[in-house]
């Protein structure tokens, strides 16, 4: 059957289930963009690149002594708005000889289709890992000696922990770590021995374990010169859509394309308690943000 919106040279195509699979392959991907790190709570209605999303903060009022006979001053409530843009616009196009065999075939199961998704999600992964990283707080280089390695990445990791304590970061929190520094953690007998600790296990998004309130995660896309990143989700945020897939007939060849749009952007997010309002009522972004850390590690040349 041919619906009135369908090519007739493609009726067998159904945009729909191209695009579940598209998010459903694409999420599992990602690290610095999943629910684990950034939060999406913003996204809001992204139609087009340069669309900006906007969010409020709201101060915390003064508590005020009630005395006799002052009595009270009413306060009004007052927000602080943050802005969120979409600046990244970046597109995956597959080009087909015949889309009902394609689906046939397994969609966007097929060899090239998968690297394909993948390169999508490394952009969006490299993206949103520049955008941490940069707003992070940094905390002492590490110094990894062939000795005390797993000892000296485990510290870090406590120190991390103890630095967001002392900001009342909240529990949920979560650790990034490069493969290099995953490949010596996991040697300390804390992370070996994780269940009896936390929680072990490596899972999607690139868990590695759960440990001192932290859920580890390891990739490879680790920002230049970081090589641990510690923080919560609420402090960094990811807006991201898919505009949906397009089917037609190829001009330059005789085959049929494919192509989706896919539209993001991400920023640290401020609060009131933590960061510095300016006289125009909005945060000073120049400042790093309590409520993510970031340190490197200097390697000994035998670790």
Known sequence: MTFAYQNPASHAFVPEIWDADLLTQFDPL???????????KYEGDIRKQGDVVHIN??????????KLPDGM????????D???????????????????????????????NQQMVRSLAREADTFMGDVIAKGATALPTVKATPENTPQALYSALLDMMLALDDNDIPAGRYVVVSPRVKRYLIE??????????GEGGVTAHGVVAKL??????????MPKGVDIVAGHKEFATYASQFTGFREGQSEKYRADYIDTLHLYGGKIVR??????????????????TKGIVKAAVEWATAA
């Open 30 to 40: 990602l690290v610095w963009a999943s629910p684990i790190v950034s939060n999406n």
């Open 57 to 66: 903060s709201l101060l915390r009022p003064s508590v005020g002594d009630y």
């Open 73 to 80: 001053t009413a306060q009004r409530p007052e927000t602080v």
């Open 82 to 112: 943050q802005k969120l843009p979409i600046t990244e616009a970046k597109y995956l196009q597959v080009l087909i000889e015949n889309a009902e065999r394609v689906q046939l075939a397994g969609g966007l199961d097929s060899p090239i």
């Open 188 to 197: 300390h007998p804390a992370v070996a021995n994780a269940a009896a600790y």
């Open 212 to 221: 001192a309130g932290f859920t580890v995660l390891s990739t490879t896309a």
């Open 271 to 288: 609060y009131p308690e933590l960061d510095t309002k300016k006289a125009d009522n909005t945060f000073d972004e120049s400042k790093p």
